[in-house]
């Protein structure tokens, strides 16, 4: 088993240039199975592990596809296959992307239940509900989700909460559905508008992406296209609290600062200097200890982002005073929190809410990522802790990081992957 070796104390200089986003990437990939007409070639791909499932469960459906770098290509119009039904599929949460595509093109579609992260209760209901409502009926038995429709048919559709995956998944089923459906109370996440912007290069008809009313005129096909993801702003916001909690000055390259508002006022308030530039954005601290504590309640977009909260939970661990942090999406969000507390952290959680006192060291230590950000969370806290820290489960952060160690280690970070 492999783990990160971090030796905490080491201020952050230089440069970083920011990935295509994973929350982007994994439905546009699903959306490509789409085309049954030319090649979609994607630029800016990340290398991660939830991607290269994703694509290993495509070319299964009989999509050819081909991967050069961070482009890749894929070509779907021989695609013979409804059934995703691989050993990776119940590990990866996105694959529950392809239930909507699939029964878009063929009518029909057998999936394993999904995967992913141990974070809390994600039921598949509201994809689910949506679906039924465009004209599929489902049963689930075995570990399967089967899917049949005699033909999808525009409906209006009213989520009960703004889901991303979702909103996503009824984007890509209505957009060949017959007539016109209208999705309300929808996630505004940037990667909705992404995965927009793909479907009507391939075709579709799509408007309002980025509001909480999106409305969707069914085309008879779709067609291939050329697309470049947006870079990950959860990447990104992650190097900006790296920065702030050991210290330093990191430029981010190849980010977008509207998607990152929220978490650019929170770490301004902390105490952090984050200057917006031509090139990027600079991020200038002296480190956790000179942060102050604040308070951060996770919400849908554009509040703060619930990806983005145990890495700020990282930051805030010697920060002067108290911190309050409510987890409003996610109930089993906190796994780190006891991970933290091996480190030396002061925090009593409540419910959704952690409250903790700056402490004045933490401390290296074994630890263990729970989850993909709760690993990412981890790795920051050991940038600044004193001593050596060992983070184990290593598998959650290959999924959403490319090049992490390697980033790090070129602002000066001593991190290593090593073998325990």
């Known amino acids: 088993m492999e783990e990160l070796v971090i030796n905490g104390g080491k201020r952050l200089e230089g440069k970083v240039t920011i990935k295509g986003s994973k929350n982007s990437i994994l439905p546009i990939l699903a959306a490509g199975i789409l085309a049954t007409e030319g090649k979609s070639v994607i630029h800016d791909v990340p290398n991660l592990t939830d991607v290269d499932n994703i694509m290993e469960i495509i070319e299964y459906l009989g999509v050819e596809v081909q991967r050069d770098g961070n482009i890749v290509t894929l070509d779907a119009i021989k695609m013979n296959r409804h059934d995703a039904t691989l050993d990776c599929v119940s590990e990866l949460r996105a694959s529950l992307f392809l239930l909507g595509p699939i029964i878009a093109r063929f009518g029909f579609s057998e999936i394993s239940q999904p995967g992913g992260c141990a974070i809390g209760t994600r039921p598949i209901d509201l994809h689910l509900k949506g679906l039924e409502a465009l004209g599929v ?7 399967l989700i089967k899917g049949r429709t005699n033909g999808l048919k525009g409906a209006r559709i009213y989520l009960d909460f703004p889901s991303v ?73 992650t190097y900006m609290v790296a920065a702030a909690a050991a210290g330093g000055n990191v430029l981010l390259e190849n980010v977008i600062a509207d998607h990152l508002k929220p978490v650019i006022a929170k770490l301004k308030e902390a105490g952090a200097q984050v200057l917006e530039e031509d090139d990027g954005i600079r991020v200038i601290s002296e480190g956790s200890i000179n942060c102050k504590g604040i308070v951060i309640k996770t919400m849908p977009y554009p509040g703060f982002p619930t990806d983005m909260q145990a890495q700020l939970l990282a930051l805030l661990l010697s920060a002067k005073g108290r911190s309050y942090v409510t987890e ?22 409540a419910g959704n809410t952690v409250a903790l006192s ?52 070129s602002l000066g970070a001593d991190i290593k992957r090593a073998v325990r």
């Open 328 to 349: 409003t999406i996610f109930e089993r969000r906190f796994q780190h929190v006891e991970e933290f507390r091996k480190m030396g952290a002061d925090i009593v959680m």
């Open 165 to 237: 995956g979702a909103t996503e998944n009824l984007m890509m089923a209505a957009s060949i559905a017959e007539g016109q459906t209208i999705l309300e109370n929808v996630a505004e996440e940037p990667e909705i508008v992404d995965l927009a912007n793909f479907l009507n290069n391939m075709g579709a008809k799509i408007s309002g992406a980025g509001t909480n009313m999106i409305k969707i005129n069914g085309v008879k096909s779709l067609k291939g296209t050329v697309h470049t993801v947006i870079p990950d702003r959860i990447e990104a916001g």
């Open 358 to 409: 700056g402490v004045d060291k933490i401390y290296g230590a074994s630890v263990l990522a729970t989850d993909l950000r709760a690993g990412a969370a981890l790795v920051i806290a050991g940038l600044y802790a004193e001593g050596e820290t060992r983070v184990g489960n290593i598998h959650y952060i290959d999924r959403g990081y490319d090049g992490l160690v390697e980033n790090l280690r």
């Open 137 to 143: 009926t489902f049963e689930q038995s075995h570990g």
